[in-house]
T-cell receptor, first 112, second 112 residues
């Protein structure tokens, strides 16, 4: 099975909250990331969380980590048209020689 | 079949040497990228190539040069390797700059 899984598509109305979910399998994960793919600019780091944390908030972004269930989520409050992008979940773990492992990306579509 | 492959997976070399990392994608994509996983374990884009034209060149030393012999390949050449070049390098590809990116397995470069 996939090491990092995410749903491929999410549609949200402008102004609502978006929640993008991710599951991973590596119990040795140390860092977990959310990257945003900007056309023409590649992947840009959006936020990250250490595996010993449960939650991290940064302005409109909230990252929740359930280490027991190996579940990571990204909540974007007050979703705006500029949030339309592909979001990649990624993790790094000592069992994987410290290489970042990516999910396939979730395409977030904003409805008017 | 592997969608995006990189060779070698591991490369150990001495300072001052010149080396190349190869990347091939069999997805028919027209855009390819190189990323560096830096010492802080974050991913940073180095280059992207679209239809054999360099689209992005971040603040990367000119010792690094991408070379694309055809649409399916984007190789990374590094001249006069330095200790600070030690990192994991990822190749990726997408269809267009807005298409979701598919990542290779990464190449761990160690410069001694």
């Amino acid at each position: 099975g996939e090491d990092v899984e995410q749903s491929l598509f999410l549609s949200v109305r402008e102004g609502d909250s978006s929640v993008i979910n991710c599951t991973y399998t590596d119990s040795s994960s140390t860092y977990l990331y959310w990257y945003k793919q900007e056309p023409g600019a590649g992947l840009q780091l959006l936020t990250y969380i250490f595996s010993n944390m449960d939650m991290k908030q940064d302005q409109r972004l909230t990252v929740l980590l359930n280490k027991k269930d190996k579940h990571l989520s990204l909540r974007i409050a007050d979703t705006q048209t500029g949030d339309s992008a592909i979001y990649f979940c990624a993790e790094i773990g000592v069992n994987r020689d410290d290489k970042i492992i990516f999910g396939k990306g979730t395409r977030l579509h904003i409805l008017p | 079949d592997t969608a995006v492959s990189q060779t070698p997976k591991y490369l150990v070399t001495q300072m001052g040497n010149d080396k190349s990392i190869k990347c091939e994608q069999n997805l028919g994509h027209d855009t390819m990228y190189w990323y560096k996983q830096d010492s802080k374990k974050f991913l940073k884009i180095m280059f992207s190539y679209n239809n054999k034209e360099l689209i992005i060149n971040e603040t990367v030393p000119n010792r690094f040069s991408p070379k694309s012999p055809d649409k399916a390949h984007l190789n990374l050449h590094i001249n006069s390797l330095e200790l600070g070049d030690s990192a994991v390098y990822f190749c990726a590809s997408s269809q267009g700059l807005a298409g979701e990116q598919y990542f290779g397995p990464g190449t761990r470069l160690t410069v001694t």
